[in-house]
């Protein structure tokens, strides 16, 4: 079968030959290392005294002799628009991407991300750091979606999961790196404004080197492929860059541009509504905004955006040092998933098995609190079920959500499609860390840790949803994949789906027929020079 030959094939390059394709997710999966800085240094920001002396309140009800707060709006906002703005780069993706490519999008990202910077380090107005923060979240959406898109539309399939394993561990290095420079500038320049403007200075740092590094680097072929027989040569160029010599580049280009053109002779134009538009896109649709939800729905957001904060109200040990801890374990889990992605890393077990996880380590941190607050043992259970939870967030979540986000939408919609999801993904996130200070907020309702019992119920929620309805794509091709949805295949069989390179059209054809005939499925074999290409060399992925 043409999927056995593909990985037959694919066997035969290991990670030495796709070094030079290895090295460039390497470098573009650093996008990532911005937006999880900015968690990092923003979380710590809003527990420093001098930050908080020039956008906070003295708040003489803190401790016997009073102490520097934020008010709870301010929080909200600080916190918040960041990811307004990258809601706002994400859900014009789509239509962004019909004109600018992956790399250009990525250019406009770093210089958007140094603006902001250095608005942040300069103003002493609320308004204008309002401001930058909505800059800043433009250029992390455009970071966070176009990176994304150039990986998966790059990578060998077999490498697919590594590539965006890199994706989260630069995001859980980026946070970690925001929160170690807010300690140690906390600790030598804690009653200035050196504290807060050195950790914002190392946001130049990213842009900087990516920037640089584009310039070395082809656009994404299949990308290219979507410019019309202009774009055919370059997209040859492009793979055989990115794939080692003795690779059949003409065998996986006929593949790309085979699926490509076929999606494109049964539903001309690409529009919004076309996501919707039929069960197979609308299904894909919602299985890729699903899975980037599970970024918001499992409450990791209020836990890296309040950390510090958190802490801090709690009255366990260092907050700053608690932080760290908290974040190199998450750095620690990310790692130690770049080994087991490969091999192990079936995306509907990962993530059904982390939100059962991360959903216990909820509960336990919510009750113990709501036993002993503010006591030494319930402060200590809450360091310690927080270190569990982001363990089993950054090992069996993260990389898992982005990556099958990624992997479900066709060619043809994948930029909108994706572009929705990140999007929607930000606007539930915005609602998580706009909504988290009324909880936790000692000025508000209180809460604290026992806010976990509504991230306990959610968490067990969107688990079940995954177990039910989830498809299995582990190192099948973005062609394979698109094949076993327009087949129609339940989600439970994907796993042991054999592909022989059909393409079913009578989904696409929905938008032409009526549901009942849309929904048996009409199947047309490839042409002769396309089932050559996928006998013979289609392990292009």
Not at 188 to 206: D, E, F, H, K
Not at 312 to 330: K, N, R, Y
Not at 494 to 503: L, R, V
């Amino acid at each position: 079968m043409a999927a056995q030959h593909q990985h037959d094939r694919v066997d035969r390059f290991g990670l030495k030959d796709h070094w030079r394709c290895l090295a460039a997710m390497t470098l573009v999966s650093l996008s990532t290392f911005q937006y999880g800085l900015d968690f990092g240094v923003i979380s710590g920001l809003q527990a420093m005294v001098p930050f908080l002396q020039v956008f906070g309140y003295f708040d003489p009800a803190l401790g016997p002799a009073g102490g520097w707060n934020i008010s709870s709006e301010r929080q909200q906002l600080i916190s918040s628009l960041m990811t307004l703005g990258a809601f706002l780069t994400s859900a014009t993706a789509g239509f962004t991407a019909m004109f600018i490519g992956r790399r250009a999008s990525l250019w406009m990202a770093c210089a958007l991300c140094v603006v902001a910077t250095v608005m942040m380090q300069t103003t002493t107005s609320i308004a204008a750091l309002y401001v930058a923060r909505v800059v800043i979240g433009l250029g992390n959406g455009l970071l966070l979606t176009y990176s994304q898109l150039w990986i998966l539309e790059c990578a060998p399939a077999r490498y697919r999961g590594l590539g965006i394993s890199a994706f989260q561990i630069w995001t859980a290095i980026g946070t970690l790196v925001g929160a170690l420079v807010d300690n140690f500038s906390n600790k030598y320049n804690a009653t200035t404004s050196v504290a807060y403007i050195v950790p914002l200075g190392i946001v130049y740092i990213v842009p900087g080197i990516l920037a640089i590094g584009l310039f070395f680097l082809p656009e994404s072929p299949r990308w290219l492929l979507t410019r019309g027989p202009a774009g055919t040569e370059p997209a040859r160029a492009a793979i055989r860059w990115l794939r080692p010599a003795g690779w059949d580049v003409d065998a996986e280009l006929v593949e790309m541009k085979t699926a490509y053109e076929t999606e494109l002779n049964l539903q001309t134009g690409v529009a919004f509504w076309d996501l919707f538009a039929n069960p197979v896109d609308r299904r894909r649709t919602l299985l890729s905004v699903g899975a980037l939800l599970c970024q918001a729905s499992c409450g990791s957001m209020y836990m890296l955006a309040f950390g510090t904060y958190f802490f801090l109200i709690a009255g366990v040990g260092d907050p700053f040092e608690d932080t760290v801890i908290l974040i190199s374990v998450a750095v620690l889990s990310s790692v130690l998933n770049g080994f087991v992605v490969m091999r192990y890393g079936f995306r509907r077990t990962m993530l059904t098995t982390g939100f059962v996880l991360c959903g216990i380590c909820q509960l336990i941190m919510a009750a113990v609190w709501h036993a002993k607050p503010f006591t030494s043992a319930g402060g200590n259970t809450v360091v310690a079920m927080s270190v569990v939870y982001l363990f089993f967030y950054g090992g069996c979540i993260a990389t898992y959500g982005w990556l099958a986000a990624g992997e479900m939408p066709s060619q043809r919609l994948r930029s909108h499609t994706f572009g929705l999801a990140v999007a929607v993904s930000f606007l539930f996130s915005w609602v998580t860390i706009f909504t988290a200070p009324y909880f936790i907020n000692p000025s508000e309702l209180n809460w604290g840790p026992r806010y976990g019992y509504v991230w306990f119920g959610s968490c067990f929620v969107t688990a079940i949803w995954l177990f039910l309805c989830f498809p299995e794509t582990k190192d099948r091709t973005l062609e394979e994949i698109d094949e076993m949805f327009q087949a129609r295949v339940p989600g439970r069989k994907f796993k042991a789906y054999q592909c022989g390179g059909a393409i079913t059209s009578g989904s696409i054809a929905g938008k032409h027929e009526n549901e009942s005939t849309a929904d048996s499925s009409v199947v047309e074999k490839r042409g002769v020079v396309e089932e050559k290409g996928l006998e013979d060399t289609a392990a292009g992925e």
